[in-house]
């Protein structure tokens, strides 16, 4: 039962596949770490890789979106109260 295991010759050669995130993806990282504009405009283009004047469009346009779809709340993080109860054991 003491049987030494190997790893197959395949496997040791196995390299991690590194996706840098799209535009979207990265602004909406970058939105959820700050609420400052500028901020979020370096972070979304350091972490995408695309220039900072392409992000700033975009991020400009989403936010005018996301203001469009919800007219009464305010721009940064919304927070949602969740009650959660326990119910006992039923006397049955």
Known sequence: MDRKTTI???????RTRYDPPGLDEAIAA???????LESQ??????????????????????????????????????TEVVVVKRRGLRAT
């Open 8 to 14: 197959p010759a395949a496997w040791r050669h196995r």
């Open 30 to 36: 970058a939105q959820g770490l700050t609420d400052r």
């Open 41 to 78: 405009i370096e972070i979304a283009a350091q972490l995408s890789g695309v220039p900072e004047d392409e992000v700033r469009s975009r991020v400009l346009m989403m936010r005018v979106q996301t203001s469009w779809k919800r007219p009464g709340s305010a721009p940064g993080r919304q």
